[in-house]
């Protein structure tokens, strides 16, 4: 019920392609959708985030899609360059008190080739 | 503004004795911290919600007595490993939330704790 499944598990794009990673979730209850980007060593920074009440939301050269039927939501990045090599994760939280209590997605490990 | 400062980054330490880990929030109150830990090229995994004054709630699975947990302070949690065992290295990571406001929660930098 708490499960976020996230995929794929890695991705290879060339600069200046688009990576797409998609997650799905089962927990109707959750309300709250970051993506985080890792790198090596380092604590997850957050990416950008949704709410549920809105089907799009974008940052710069990121987009989050959000599909509430089917319960997926996916992460565009425009414009890949090979800085943006890294892990990313999806993750879910619940309102409440419960914001910031995260489950995450499997993880992404995403290669922008030069 | 919203800095995470875990102490230390990494440490090794012997089976059998125990090591401590600072979570503070550097320019916030947080009156509630949470603690997760990451194993090689896995996800983080969430051990337990650490609020300000009360008793640390752990998910299922973390045994409370080995990962010790107080919030002593708004912007002080600690992680305590008891008697470590190699099974226990990883990388263990805190998040501290904004007390009363939305919500994202805050990431520290990680500590990588080693046990041989």
């Known amino acids: 019920q708490q499960q976020v499944k996230q995929s794929p598990q890695s991705l290879i794009v060339q600069k200046g392609g688009i990576s797409i990673i998609n997650c799905a979730y089962e927990n109707t209850a959750f309300d709250y959708f970051p993506w985080y980007q890792q790198f090596p060593g380092k604590g997850p920074a957050l990416l950008i985030a949704?709410?549920?009440?809105?089907s799009e939301k974008k940052e710069g050269r990121f987009t989050i899609s959000f599909n509430k039927s089917a319960k997926q939501f996916s992460l565009h990045i425009m414009d890949s360059q090979p800085g943006d090599s890294a892990t990313y994760f999806c993750?879910?939280?619940?309102?409440?008190?419960?914001?910031?209590?995260?489950?995450f997605g499997q993880g992404t490990i995403l290669t922008v080739h030069p | 503004g919203a800095v995470v400062s875990q102490h230390p980054s990494w440490v090794i330490c012997k089976s059998g004795t125990s090591v401590k880990i600072e979570c503070r929030s550097l320019?916030?109150?947080?009156?509630?911290m949470f603690w997760y830990r990451q194993f090689p090229k896995q996800s983080l995994m969430l051990m337990a919600t650490s609020n300000e004054g009360s008793k640390a709630t752990y998910e299922q699975g973390v045994e409370k007595d080995k990962f010790l947990i107080n919030h002593a302070s708004l912007t002080l949690s600690t992680l305590t490993v008891t008697s470590a065992h190699p099974e226990d290295s990883s990388f263990y990571i805190c998040?501290?939330?904004?007390?009363?406001?939305?919500?994202?929660?805050?990431f520290g930098q990680g500590t990588r704790l080693t046990v041989v």
């Open positions: 949704i709410r549920p009440d809105v």
């Open positions: 993750a879910a939280s619940t309102g409440g008190t419960s914001y910031g209590k995260l489950t």
């Open positions: 320019d916030f109150q947080a009156t509630t």
């Open positions: 998040s501290a939330k904004i007390a009363g406001v939305g919500t994202e929660a805050f």
